[in-house]
């Protein structure tokens, strides 16, 4: 068994799983009283320039709290990106992404007769000459255990290409606890452990490293707070996924840290950040606005090395 290199990470990778192109998966459950959030925008920064330049915006259309559409364009390059959402039977269904009006990405979600998760399969086009490939993610749901097998395809219908293989356990609040792959690529095993408070807050990600000789070696660990505001990101994740489906997903956002994928599944909206990758080079500094009604109107994160920003995102949610 090889032992890979510590997670390589490529700085200031989109937060989620759903598109390349900007189509982060967000969800909201607002209460009854409560003002509805009709539209959540996401931007990135060029934090070279002084002060810092909006480089990519996207809008994030939401009807009954879910996500409908989203449209986007590139400040620098001029490119216009977009998406929709679909559903059956209140079930997220199919994503259909477009970059300049061409189709790019389309993925779709297969569940079984208890409505549970079973393939997750994402297609993308070449514009160019309307190629595809094809990724494919399936689940067996046991009794303590989920495992999903990733596999990758030329034609959409021999999925030989095997990538990865996982073990994930959830609690019985539905927060993914712990996470096992098995890189085919790589030819070795790691695994994580999460821990939660009583709100579904995570705490803690601890990520290992099995060695050749079967030790266990801590790879880095990120540690979390929360303030008392509901999240309404991953408030709008969950009505658009499911929060099952949003831990059987998670492991599929990018891996870089700065990312800071938490802000997802958190009920609360995340106040610190700390992170042990990279003998902790780097500081990470989150600014919340809130109204009145103790609502996070917006949030900004920032990385910061040796006192420079080196990358910016933000999120806005805007109410009827």
Not at 129 to 140: G, K, P, Q, V
Not at 204 to 227: H, P, R
Request: glycine fraction near 4%.
């Amino acid at each position: 068994m090889k032992t890979s290199p510590i997670f390589i990470v490529t700085f200031f990778a989109l937060i989620c799983f759903a598109c390349s192109t900007g189509d982060n998966i967000i969800e909201q459950n607002m209460n009854g009283n409560e003002p509805s959030v009709v539209s959540y925008i996401y931007k990135t920064y060029n934090v070279s320039n002084t002060p810092n330049t909006v480089k990519d915006s996207t809008n994030y259309m939401i009807s009954d709290n879910k996500i409908i559409s989203s449209s986007g364009l590139n400040l620098e390059t001029l490119s216009q990106h977009a998406s929709n959402y679909g559903y059956v039977n209140g079930k997220i269904d199919e994503i259909q992404s477009f970059n300049n009006g061409m189709l790019s990405r389309i993925q779709s979600f297969t569940y079984d007769a208890n409505d549970d998760l079973v393939e997750y399969q994402s297609e993308y086009i070449d514009p160019n000459d309307s190629s595809s490939s094809f990724e494919r993610h399936l689940f067996t749901h046991t009794a303590d255990t989920i495992y999903s097998s990733w596999t990758r395809s030329d034609d959409g219908i021999n999925f030989d290409i095997s990538v990865s293989d996982f073990k994930i356990v959830l609690d019985v609040n539905t927060n993914r606890t712990y996470l096992e792959t098995y890189s085919y690529l790589n030819d070795d095993t790691q695994f994580e452990v999460n821990t939660y408070d009583a709100n579904s807050n995570i705490l803690n990600e601890s990520k290992y490293i099995v060695l050749d000789n079967g030790n266990e070696f801590l790879s880095f660990e990120n540690n979390y707070t929360t303030t008392t505001s509901e999240n309404l990101f991953n408030s709008i994740n969950e009505a658009t996924f499911t929060r099952k489906n949003l831990m059987l997903l998670y492991h599929l956002q990018s891996t870089a840290v700065n990312s800071i994928n938490a802000k997802s599944i958190s009920k609360n909206t995340l106040n610190t950040f700390e992170s042990t990758w990279g003998n902790s080079f780097a500081n990470f500094e989150i600014i919340n606005m809130t109204d009145d009604n103790n609502n996070t109107t917006s949030s900004d994160f920032k990385t910061i090395i040796s006192g420079d920003a080196i990358a910016r995102f933000s999120q806005e949610f805007i109410f009827e």
